[in-house]
């Protein structure tokens, strides 16, 4: 079976009030239509045409390095005639999958059952609704074969009781598809020519109509405004922590946590309560991750601990390392097996040797930390000189005091030891101390000023 989909996302989603394109909105860090381009991929399609009409530069752009062929509705005129744009692009002996850009959550085992059901006819998705108003009911006869979709708007009070609708997701063969749509009138209320009108058509030709009823809800929902992006967003949410959850992966409470793109977790982790995930995350055996952190593409390997309120962002993490609370790590940092980053520290730039320990209060950019280092409270490495970036290399075992300023490009060598309080502007060699501060004066007999 030769397979092409066809996504519609020609809409303005004008209730969204953004002059974004509605399939461009984000559900769990990823544009609605990647959604859809990614599960029509799950089912190995000879071709993806994407339907786009508002703002359709916008969503070309969006998603230049896919493999998508792109058809203009320079009008919309109803989904019927959107397809019409996009379906003499496909193969005549194709089974063509029509799908929504606003409607990201459906799953492709569904859409293959669907699929297998359209070899001779077209085949339809249903779901039942006890709210069912504003969807297309779905007409049976009285042996409950289909016979019709009827609009909400040009339903009868009977055939708004009716309580199983059309999602409006359909396949059917491409040939006959195409046939179907030439029949197709816009005798309606909103005079548009609606897609599921050739469901009605095939049924008049003799044709019998697979109906395949969905039990999750949830799968076709469509987005159409905030608090339904909203609740999606929780719904996929929910959907990817109990996949996690089944996986073996501890999480405190699968409502307060999001994963805006891929979260890949080892065996015994186990995530708290207000974590965001951004990008790709991967987290090794036995890692900890403490409640309301933010982590974005980012490698954590096994044995790690991150504290509370962290927030980390394309580092690498090796093993047993412990972070925060209340760090940030920042693009290029990378963290050596038994290191740690402690409270109120900040990193760029920067590797910590294994064993080296930055406690508290520090800021470490374009530093080279060796093994077993200690780099006390208040320590600042000053980096940048208005115009440029400078690095500094500190040896193994160094040692530099509290409350310390090291203006870069310096090195401070094996075993160089900094005395607290000091400003290092030269470089340090093996061994030595290095003290860069102003000789303490005390002053008898001072008196403090009065007020007057």
Request: charged share 20%; hydrophobic share 40%.
């Amino acid at each position: 079976m030769v397979l092409e989909v066809i996504i519609l996302a020609a809409g303005k989603g004008s209730r969204m009030q953004s002059t974004l394109p509605k399939v461009l909105h984000a559900l769990a860090g990823a544009p609605l239509l990647q959604h859809v381009v990614n599960t029509a991929k799950k089912l190995n399609p000879h071709a993806i045409h994407v339907v786009v009409g508002h703002e359709a530069d916008a969503v070309r752009a969006a998603f230049s390095q896919e493999s998508l062929r792109f058809h203009e509705q320079a009008d919309q005129l109803g989904t019927g005639h959107a397809v019409i744009q996009a379906i003499p692009h496909c193969q005549p002996d194709s089974i063509v999958l029509v799908l929504y850009g606003d409607v990201p959550l459906i799953q492709a085992e569904t859409l293959s059952t669907l699929c297998e059901a359209a070899t001779q006819s077209p085949a339809m998705l249903s779901v039942l609704l006890e709210n069912p108003e504003g969807y297309g009911r779905v007409v049976r006869d009285a042996q409950g074969e289909f016979q019709a979709v009827v609009e909400d708007k040009d339903a009868t009070q009977d055939q708004r009781h009716i309580k199983e609708v059309n999602t409006g997701i359909l396949a059917a063969p491409a040939s006959l598809l195409t046939a179907l749509l030439k029949q197709v009138t816009n005798t309606n209320q909103q005079r548009e020519y609606y897609l599921p009108d050739i469901l009605a058509l095939a049924r008049a030709d003799g044709l019998s109509i697979p109906v395949h009823t969905t039990s999750d809800i949830i799968e076709v929902l469509g987005v159409n405004d905030r608090l339904q992006l909203e609740e999606l967003e929780r719904a996929a949410q929910r959907r990817q922590a109990e996949t996690l959850m089944r996986q073996g992966v501890a999480i405190s409470d699968r409502r307060r946590i999001d994963i805006r793109g891929e979260l890949i977790c080892g065996e015994g982790v186990s995530v708290d309560v207000n974590t965001v995930f951004e990008g790709r995350v991967v987290l090794g055996d036995g890692v900890r991750i403490g409640a309301h952190c933010v982590l974005k593409d980012t490698e954590i390997a096994a044995g790690s601990v991150i504290e509370p309120f962290c927030h980390i962002e394309s580092a690498v993490i090796g093993q047993n390392c412990q972070v925060g609370p209340y760090a940030r790590l920042r693009t290029g940092t990378r963290l050596d097996p038994t290191s740690k980053v402690g409270n109120f520290v900040e990193t760029k730039n920067t590797k910590v040797g294994e064993g080296s320990k930055a406690n508290h209060l520090a800021y470490l950019g374009d530093a080279d930390i060796g093994v077993g280092a200690n780099i006390g409270a208040g320590t600042i490495t000053c980096n940048y000189d208005g115009a440029n970036k400078h690095p500094t290399r500190l040896g193994d075992r160094v040692f530099v005091g509290s409350n310390s300023t090291l203006v870069a490009p310096v090195v401070i060598e094996d075993d160089g030891f900094v005395g607290a309080g000091s400003v290092i502007t030269d470089n340090v060699t093996r061994g030595e101390l290095a003290v860069g501060r102003a000789r303490q004066r005390n002053i008898s007999g001072w008196q403090p000023p009065k007020k007057n």
